[in-house]
């Protein structure tokens, strides 16, 4: 066999293989770069650094730049082929970060309720807190105190009337899926902040709160995590 043909096939082979590996170098760097993108910009996973919105469209316009030098014009693959790879990759990618953001990210929901609307004057009042996970799996949060929710019960949405007793201890909670975090309480209609403590309270409208507060903060006044309202009807018969 002569030297020049196996020449010729060695320097096949070697292209070949230099196009796969390049191949494969970009499908990577695009899904990199579109994943990131996604996760920055679009489901805000990650808070970006500065200077990712200058460097992001820059990296695009090299890849661009990068794909056409060497699929279009280094190689035999037809601008079709090479659209179909780029399209191909970018949806992949897509396709990857929403199921990750969909597994990863918390989605809560919080409520307060009563076991009546209406109650007589002096009758208990029990108050359930509920935290659920709406995620596909389990999900934690810090909390500065122990419990960790706080009721707070308000005449005319204005003046505090009481609000159960708190413990400062900064608490990780972890809550799973379809196991909601539940809290239930009993107020007597008593007051216990402010003025008359011990006395019954009046006929009329009163606002219950449910507060859950982040790991630096104090109950009913910044940076809570989860806040739920709700009312209830106390009449004299």
């Known amino acids: 066999m002569p030297k020049q043909y196996l020449k010729e096939i060695v320097g096949k082979m070697e292209q070949k293989t230099k196009f796969r590996l390049y191949a494969l170098l970009f499908c990577?760097?695009?899904?990199?770069i579109n994943a990131l993108g996604l996760a920055f910009f679009w489901y805000k996973m990650?808070?970006?650094?500065?200077?990712?919105?200058?460097?992001?469209p820059i990296a695009y316009i090299l890849l661009i730049v990068f794909a056409h030098d060497f699929f279009i014009a280094g190689s035999k693959l037809s601008r079709k082929?090479?659209?179909?790879?780029?399209?191909?990759?970018?949806?992949?990618?897509?396709?990857?970060?929403?199921?990750?953001?969909?597994?990863v990210t918390p989605r809560w929901s919080f409520s307060v309720t009563t076991d009546k609307n209406t109650?007589?004057?002096?009758?208990?009042v029990t108050i359930t807190a509920t935290l659920k996970n709406h995620g596909l799996i389990a999900h934690s949060f810090k909390s500065s105190i122990s419990n960790p929710v706080v009721i707070h019960i308000r005449a005319?949405?204005?003046?505090s009337i009481w609000y159960?007793?708190?413990?400062?201890?900064?608490?990780?909670?972890?809550?799973?899926?379809?196991?909601?975090l539940e809290r239930t309480f009993v107020w007597n209609q008593t007051k216990s902040v402010n003025i008359e403590f011990g006395k019954e309270i009046e006929p009329g409208t009163y606002y219950i709160?449910?507060?859950i507060p982040g790991p630096s903060s104090e109950p009913f006044i910044d940076y809570e995590i989860f806040r739920a309202w709700t009312s209830i009807n106390i009449t004299s018969t």
């Open 156 to 159: 005319y949405m204005i003046t």
């Open 46 to 56: 990650l808070v970006p650094p500065f200077w990712f919105g200058f460097t992001y």
């Open 164 to 180: 159960t007793p708190f413990n400062y201890e900064t608490t990780e909670f972890t809550v799973f899926p379809n196991q909601p």
């Open 209 to 211: 709160g449910a507060h």
């Open 28 to 32: 990577v760097t695009v899904f990199i």
């Open 119 to 124: 109650y007589r004057l002096g009758e208990n």
């Open 81 to 103: 082929k090479s659209l179909l790879l780029v399209l191909g990759v970018l949806a992949i990618s897509s396709i990857v970060t929403h199921s990750v953001w969909a597994i």
